[in-house]
């Protein structure tokens, strides 16, 4: 992770976002890792696809349920972590760090600052 | 995650596939006690009331034998299905009858109106199981198992001064036993259980997943009012004489149904793609027709693909393909004979073999 990464923020569809030079990474909590249990398959995004926030992009699958993951913010998908194509459990494993899911080109970096902070979504979880 | 009324952990710590695993290679505990537990005294005339919704000889019940049967409605559709063992306790005979909690109503209005003084034994026994190839080694250190106890086989122990039920059974495909014991020992003996370090606790997930890679019906899923036990493709359970009997439910399209082809066939399929096959989806041959739709899925540990059992139309010749929609999108399917997995039971003229 490279040291000019920003603070890490989170979307209330307990996905995770951090920004580093107008490229955001992103991948799923780990609060939703845990309720999820056993993740089998990930059907990952296409890149290249522009998307808009709260667009379904793609399918996370665990032993219990798909739950869609959405694009947190404005953006391109321009990379995706191919990883998880053969071992989905990365995300069980590390879903903030190595368990990331893809980066997006962003357009709108404000959309990035409305999200909520770590103590924030502490707080949001604990609703 | 709350189920038919229960709070019920989906899986403990390690997490379904974990527990799945352990009890294939060594062995697991459930708890079911939110099933049904009833006895039922073995008295002529409560058999013949029973025998109008029971497709078995109750009669003719072997001592300390257990059978999977059904509870059926006067379609032959299935109000239950259930496991019907013949048993003595302190020297009076009784059937004794474990069913699913989801269905605890309607099957209790069947007993008790066939037997008014049948006693609903979960209010004071907790139900649990213990499956897996090291399940007869966990137990043995514990309570006496006599080395001749085969599967579906069922004995009163003792544990603590009481008397306790012990059949050599479960809904996993392995070997395994069940336990009803009263309420005050049975948290006891789960401990003593676990202090072999190979066993551990396991949830509703892992036993979903172990009775589907072992084939076995669920009720609300393969099995409803509207399926009969031949079109659930388990007739081998029903009693072929009692097929004749004007006082069973459904008799005649019962013993229609076994003459004549079936409309539906149950199947069981692997995903070919890593997608997860759920209860619910939609079959489709290459024509884009609609053939079926599954009552069944869920990842298979022992495969690493997704399984599911389903029903699709008899005339659909199997070798063609089949296409299974998946979040809007068709992905091929193969069919695979049920069990995915081969059970594993001690066995010895088993009905369920």
Known sequence: ?127 | MPFAGFNMPINYKTGIINEHKNVRNHSGIFDVSHMGQILIENNESYLHKLEKYIPLQLKKLTKNRSHYSFLLNKDGGVIDDLIISNIDIKDKSYLYIVYNASRKKEDEEIFISCSPNAEKIYEKNCLFAIQGPDSINVLKNIIDIPNNMNFFDILISKYDNNEIIVSRSGYTGEDGFELSIPNESAENLINLLLKNENTMLCGLGSRDSLRLEAGLSLYGHELNEKITPIEAGLSWALDKERLEDKNLNGNKVLSDQLKNKLSNKKIGLISTSKSMLRDGMTLFDNNNNEIGKITSGCFSPNLNKSIAIGYIISEFNTDNPIFCEIRKKLELVKINNLPFVKKNYKKNGSIYE
């Open chain 1, 1 to 127: 992770m490279g040291a000019y990464m920003s603070e890490k923020k989170y979307t209330k569809d307990h996905e995770w976002v951090s920004i580093e030079n107008e490229i955001a990474t992103i991948g799923i909590s780990n609060h939703a890792q845990e309720s999820l249990g056993d993740i089998v398959f990930i059907e990952l995004p296409s890149v290249g696809n522009s998307v808009k926030a709260k667009d379904e992009i793609c399918v996370v699958e665990s032993v219990k349920a798909a739950s869609d993951i959405y694009a947190p913010i404005d953006g391109e998908i321009i990379e995706v972590n191919n990883n998880l194509e053969n071992d989905a459990a990365i995300i069980n494993q590390d879903a903030e760090n190595e368990g990331w899911i893809f980066k997006m080109k962003i357009s709108d970096s404000n959309q990035y600052s409305e999200l909520m902070s770590k103590d924030e979504y502490k707080q949001f979880l604990e609703q």
